[in-house]
């Protein structure tokens, strides 16, 4: 079987889906571990593509930097392994202004570098034959410039591309619950915690690192080191990792779901001038 990051974690959340029987042995597709030749081959089979989006961003005292990359990876290799659809590297630097330089680790672009950034992705991704993308996002910092770049793409390549996005924290209402079950906001608490104990457990630090959601009943937006005394909100301290491989394969098996949809989909009208 084959090597790429979090695999295992992928495969052990694979083994407890439900009908899990042969999952497990499957293997997600990787676009940038693929040949040409190859790549022109699997057009035969689909001309669709998986883009995940994290961040490089602080994650409190007990997570690593790269916690969203690791959630928005091991969602979408996840699903590319029931589906064969590819999935592209990670886009890693992306907009984490909101975390500001109060702890080092955040590399932020902006909105605009982000938008632009996915844009031309998609161009390549277009030229190279695929005419459908569906950018799964892990980092709520992410999804009003991910929205713009779709507004873009859906006007400049209409009839062309079909592009979408679906957030991890909403993928299914099961998901919704988990990720708020501490609070509204949403960092670096008890799910992110746990899927992070599921996907890199030796990343993970010690969880013991609560701090409340401050959030709630303000009427302003408030940058992190304004709302958080630690870079977390929520509780890690009860996180575990089956919760986490869990959670792994319900959000990796509803956006399989959504992927072969997404494969059959067709505009709801024909294209009009």
Same mark, same amino acid.
């Given at each position: 079987m084959g090597h790429y990051a979090y695999a295992d974690a992928v495969r052990a959340?694979?083994? +407890?889906?439900? /009908?899990?029987?042969?999952?497990? %042995? +499957?293997?997600p597709v990787l676009w940038d571990r693929l040949s040409w030749p190859k790549l022109a081959a699997l057009r035969e089979t689909t001309d669709m593509a998986l883009l995940p989006a994290g961040? =490089?961003?602080? !994650?409190?005292? !007990?997570l690593p930097i790269n916690t969203d990359v690791a959630i928005a990876s091991g969602v979408c290799l996840y699903a590319s392994a029931l589906t /064969?659809?590819?999935?592209?590297?990670? =886009?890693?630097?992306t907009n984490s202004l909101a975390h500001t330089d109060h702890w080092p680790g955040t590399i932020s672009s902006t909105p605009h570098t982000l938008i632009a950034q996915v844009r031309e992705i998609t161009d390549w991704v277009l030229r190279s034959g695929f005419r459908r993308l569906l950018i799964v996002n892990a980092h709520y910092g992410n999804d009003a410039p991910l929205r713009c770049a779709i507004d873009y793409l859906r %006007?400049? !390549?209409?009839?062309?591309?079909?592009v979408g996005m679906r957030n991890t924290w909403t993928l299914s209402r099961a998901a919704g619950d988990f990720y708020q079950l501490d609070g *509204?906001? =949403?960092?670096?608490?008890?799910?992110?915690?746990?899927?992070?104990l599921a996907l890199d457990p030796e990343? *993970?630090?010690? =969880?013991?690192?609560?701090?409340?959601?401050?959030?709630?009943?303000?009427?302003?937006?408030?940058?992190?080191?304004?709302?958080?005394?630690? #870079? *977390? %909100? #929520? +509780?890690?301290?009860?996180? %575990?990792?089956?919760?986490?491989?869990t959670m792994l394969s319900?959000?990796?098996?509803?956006?399989?779901?959504? *992927?072969? +949809?997404?494969?059959?989909?067709?505009a709801p009208l024909a294209k009009r001038v």
């Open positions: 959340a694979l083994e +407890r889906a439900p /009908g899990a029987s042969g999952k497990a %042995t +499957r293997e961040a =490089i961003e602080q !994650h409190g005292p !007990h /064969g659809v590819p999935m592209l590297p990670c =886009i890693p630097y %006007t400049e !390549h209409r009839g062309k591309l079909m *509204v906001d =949403i960092h670096a608490n008890r799910a992110e915690t746990s899927l992070m990343a *993970v630090g010690d =969880i013991q690192a609560d701090d409340p959601d401050r959030t709630e009943g303000h009427v302003f937006t408030w940058p992190v080191a304004d709302t958080s005394l630690n #870079g *977390v %909100t #929520g +509780r890690p301290s009860e996180a %575990t990792r089956e919760e986490g491989l319900e959000l990796g098996e509803t956006l399989a779901e959504l *992927v072969r +949809r997404a494969q059959r989909e067709a």
